[in-house]
């Protein structure tokens, strides 16, 4: 069984930076990827960003290409989600996710946190 609780959500102006903390506990070993997501009111849910549990690779989507970057603490066994140059468009609620092998399913979903930007 494993836990994960995200944090580091806020409040932020538009063009501001927030990053985002994924901590995971429980059975960790075998885990295949971790994936950031998000959902806004009234819209599907979306992914973000993903990468191999080792963190040796990472994948975006179009929307935050190029503007936020995920990245693991192995020593922590947290995964962050920093969040460059935000737009209001980026307001969601972003939960994290984990897949333990590669095809599966995204499981052991957080809370969420929120992050609302504003103009």
């Known amino acids: 069984q494993v836990r994960l609780v995200e944090s580091g959500g806020g409040l932020v102006q538009a063009g501001g930076s927030l990053r985002l903390s994924c901590a995971a506990s429980g059975r960790t070993l075998s885990t295949y990827g971790v994936g950031w997501f998000r959902q806004a009111p009234g819209k599907e849910r979306e992914f973000v960003a993903g990468?191999?549990?080792?963190?040796?690779?990472?994948w975006y989507g179009d929307s935050v290409e190029g503007r936020f970057t995920i990245s693991r603490d192995n020593a922590k066994n947290t995964v962050y989600l920093q969040m460059n140059s935000l737009k209001p468009e980026d307001t969601a609620v972003y939960y994290c996710a984990l897949k333990q092998r590669k095809g599966a399913d995204w499981t052991s979903w957080g809370q969420g946190t929120q992050v609302t930007v504003f103009l």
């Open positions: 990468c191999l549990w080792s963190g040796s690779m990472t």
